[in-house]
């Protein structure tokens, strides 16, 4: 008989499945050989998946299975216009707000990210960097903000692993570089500086940037970013 464990294990699989791309965006998740695979039958199954839906992880359809969120070219549009944003908000916030057991936490994360960095895979590196990020907005603890940066880690963690699958010499020093700024940002975060946490948010979203940007290249979406076109409304990203 199924329980909370067999349901909070099963949500973690397919969470962590979808954040490291093994679940495509798109892809369309077999709910009868997880049924079967985690011995839980459909009503408690659909539950999972109705938690992960209201969380940006997966989309639900009517008579059909339900399948992993898609990242299409005008999902990416809007990433990459919300990101810096909604990253500033979210670190000024922690400044003001984060306390002793939330610091200790994200201190405890950023010792598993260099982990990562030094033994780990691109998949076990975007994750780290994903609970890192996510313990900040743990600390902000806005109920207006903590949806759409939740969703917006979701993205991020799937087309991270750009960045931490370095091709250059510059992107072995970028990954050096953003353990450095995670480190700059617990800092900030300690001793209250807002301020200086909002200019570290821009600076550590400036160094992955030109990565994550490959992501929407013609080998990986079809279209670069910039042939897409614009509303007249958009806001521009340059």
């Known amino acids: 008989m199924e329980n909370k464990t067999t349901k909070t294990v099963l949500y973690e699989h397919l969470r962590l499945e979808i954040l490291s791309t093994r679940l ?22 659909r539950e999972v998946l109705r938690q992960l ?18 990242m299409h070219l005008s999902t990416m549009r809007d990433f990459f216009v919300a990101a810096p944003m909604i990253y500033g908000a979210i ?38 960097n994903h609970r890192f990020h ?17 969703r917006l880690l979701i993205d991020h963690a799937r087309i991270g692993t750009t960045f931490y699958r370095p091709q250059s010499p510059e992107m072995v020093q970028n990954l050096s ?43 990986r979406l079809d279209i670069p970013l910039g042939e897409l076109p614009r509303p007249q409304t958009a806001l521009s990203t340059t």
């Open 24 to 45: 495509a965006p798109g892809a369309d998740i077999d709910e009868a050989r997880l049924s079967s695979e985690f011995e839980i039958s459909r009503t408690p199954l």
């Open 177 to 219: 570089k953003a353990s450095q700024q995670h480190d700059e940002i617990i800092a900030a975060i300690e001793a209250r500086d807002a301020e200086r946490a909002g200019q570290l948010a821009d600076e550590h979203w400036n160094l992955s940037r030109g990565q994550i940007e490959l992501f929407v290249m013609p080998a």
């Open 91 to 128: 670190l000024r916030l922690a400044a003001q707000n984060a306390n002793a057991g939330q610091i200790a936490g994200l201190r405890d994360a950023q010792a598993r990210f260099r982990a990562a960095l030094r033994d780990g895979s691109a998949v076990d590196r975007s994750l780290a």
């Open 134 to 150: 996510e313990i900040t907005g743990e600390m902000a603890g806005n109920i207006y903000l903590s949806p759409s940066f939740n």
């Open 53 to 70: 839906a209201g969380e940006g992880y997966v989309v639900l359809r009517e008579n059909r299975s339900a399948r992993a969120s898609e």
